[in-house]
């Protein structure tokens, strides 16, 4: 952070939900702008407040929070954008990534998690929370072959590198959560995008997401 706190706009359609998350995020180095409890005010609100964050329900009166997301992101590619909802199914979390969102929580995150994911987005991360997870072998079977060909290719160890990378983690907490150092994961990292032929962040995660490796 670069000493001045992160402007959010928060757009849910209930007044508790903005409490809630206006509560939370009620401390130093964050600074809530404004609300909106639709998608047309969310989209006059981001134009009017300019905010760094805008932290995004899915189910909105007016216009669906992932199409908010896609228009929000159209007009101004530098915003980032947390999708907050009570839905993690893997279908909700794909449309967020294909919508442009940074990262995507449930509303029963606790605060200190929120605060994080904020951060994290606001830094150039993406953030999925415990929405990533690796997939049961039943739903492995149920994915199109060349998405299930190319998962097949990974290790164990590695498919815990993609999550780690698709939450938003830096290759020195990756580490810590695996038990192995900085340059194993640094390693991990080069193999996956060999691997997968996918030579960004936000593609790995992209590719996480459709890989459904997603809380169902």
């Known amino acids: 952070m670069n000493g001045q706190p992160i402007r959010v706009l928060i757009v849910d359609d209930h007044p508790l939900v903005r409490e809630g998350v206006r509560q939370a995020l009620g401390v130093p180095g964050f600074a809530v702008v404004g609300e909106a409890g639709t998608g047309p005010d969310a989209m006059s609100r981001a134009r009017e407040l300019a905010p760094d964050v805008v932290i995004l329900d899915i189910s909105l009166p007016g216009e669906n929070g992932l199409a908010v997301a896609a228009h929000l992101l159209g007009e101004r590619p530098g915003l980032r954008v947390l999708m907050l909802s009570v839905h993690d199914h893997p279908e ?5 990534v294909q919508a442009g969102a940074h990262g995507y929580l449930r509303k029963d995150t606790l605060p200190a998690e929120l605060r994080r994911a904020v951060e994290t987005v606001q ?8 929405v990533l997870r690796k997939p049961s072998a039943a739903e492995e079977a ?3 072959a060349t998405t299930a060909q190319r998962l097949g290719r990974l290790t164990v160890r590695e498919r815990e590198v993609l999550i780690g990378i698709a939450n938003g983690l830096s290759n020195k907490q990756i580490g810590a959560k695996l038990g192995v150092g ?5 390693s ?29």
């Open 92 to 96: 909700y979390v794909l449309g967020a």
């Open 123 to 130: 830094a150039g991360g993406t953030c999925f929370g415990e």
């Open 142 to 144: 149920q994915l199109p």
């Open 182 to 186: 900085v340059r194993t994961v640094e």
């Open 188 to 216: 991990y990292r080069e193999s996956l995008m060999r691997k997968l032929g996918i030579p960004s962040v936000a593609g790995l995660t992209r590719f996480a997401i459709e890989a459904r490796l997603t809380a169902g």
